[in-house]
T-cell receptor, first 114, second 116 residues
């Protein structure tokens, strides 16, 4: 379970705070993803990065701002969030660019917005 | 757009018995990949099994096997000799093979309980 790590594991923030979630992968992958997992809803893909370039943005509100400085690190910057943004945020990575691409997930950050 | 449906929000199985989790999907593509992921309580989501749509043979991984029916767009997961550690949320997922698409589409999940 150390292939993809996420910090912090738990985060409580107010609506006016600014915080960042961090993801790091040690698998030599080239693609990284952010997902939102809410109770009783399917995983929602938020962002995809390939070789540090953002290739997917699934209509995510601008209060979520991703950053991918290199293929091993992915951040999700949060500001002025809403209570409905409370969820488990999962990071994943994959090799990218291959037909048999498979995602590997981190443990997630449990976010609570007060 | 592709969709993935898991019609069983919750399932339970007796330890050592066999259970089958259902998954159906909707796509107009002919080449794609299907996955089952397992998410134990408060633990990381891990890949259980993967099936390539162009392969007729059903994938197996130890006690886990799938029944892939391409024409019916069905992809069920069979867990044999269930163990307490199999208790988890199970997610079915689809990924297009077109242009090495990376938009993985997940179903809503099935919560599996294993009874001792």
């Amino acid at each position: 379970e150390t292939g993809v790590t996420q910090t912090p594991r738990h985060l409580v923030m107010g609506m006016t705070n600014k915080k960042s979630l961090k993801c790091e992968q040690h698998l030599g992958h080239n693609a990284m993803y952010w997902y939102k997992q809410s109770a009783k809803k399917p995983l929602e893909l938020m962002f995809v990065y390939n070789f540090k370039e953002q290739t997917e943005n699934n209509s995510v509100p601008s209060r979520f701002s991703p950053e991918c400085p290199n293929s091993s690190h992915l951040f999700l910057h949060l500001h002025t969030l809403q209570p409905e943004d409370s969820a488990l945020y999962l990071c994943a990575s994959s090799q990218g660019g291959i037909a048999t691409d498979t995602q590997y997930f981190g443990p997630g950050t449990r976010l609570t917005v007060l | 757009a592709q969709t993935v449906t898991q019609s069983q929000p919750e399932m339970s199985v007796q330890e050592a018995e066999t259970v089958t989790l259902s998954c159906t999907y909707d796509t107009s593509e002919s080449d794609y990949y299907l996955f089952w992921y397992k998410q134990p309580p408060s633990r990381q989501m891990i890949l259980v099994i993967r099936q390539e749509a162009y392969k007729q043979q059903n994938a197996t991984e130890n006690r886990f096997s799938v029944n892939f029916q391409k024409a019916a767009k069905s992809f069920s997961l069979k867990i044999s000799d269930s163990q307490l550690g199999d208790a988890a949320m199970y997610f079915c997922a689809y990924r297009s093979a077109l242009n090495y698409g990376q938009n993985f589409v997940f179903g809503p999940g099935t919560r599996l309980s294993v009874l001792p």
